[in-house]
């Protein structure tokens, strides 16, 4: 029944922004944390920022000052703000919840391309 819908991807031109949202069907207190991975194609699924219950992030060294994970209690939704894109940022991002299980979304497609 706990449901994590993602949106906000797109086609975006090198340098550009987008953020992502990931709407929980719960309370996103029931979660310990939420983060944003993402898989290109080919390519293995990897993490890509986390954000825990106290407030604390963690970003993969690829992503650290370009992107920016927050989330909004009020409207159970995490957000992801992706900065400076680039080519390689290419991929379907999922939304993950961790709490007594792990939930995922379905993805939203991020394309980064002149």
């Known amino acids: 029944q706990v449901q994590l819908v993602e949106s906000g991807g797109g086609l975006v031109q090198p340098g550009g922004s987008l953020r992502l949202s990931c709407v929980v069907s719960?309370?996103?207190?029931?979660?310990?944390?939420m983060a944003w991975y993402r898989q290109a194609p080919g390519k293995q699924r990897e993490f890509v920022a986390r954000i825990t219950s106290g407030g604390g992030t963690i970003y993969a060294d690829s992503v650290t000052g370009r992107f920016t994970i927050s989330r909004d209690d009020a409207k159970n939704t995490v957000y992801l703000q992706m900065n400076s894109l680039k080519p390689e940022d290419t991929a379907v991002y999922y939304c993950?919840?961790?709490?007594?299980?792990?939930?995922w979304g379905q993805g939203t497609q991020v394309t980064v391309s002149s």
């Open positions: 993950k919840g961790t709490g007594r299980y792990d939930y």
């Open positions: 719960t309370t996103i207190i029931s979660f310990n944390s």
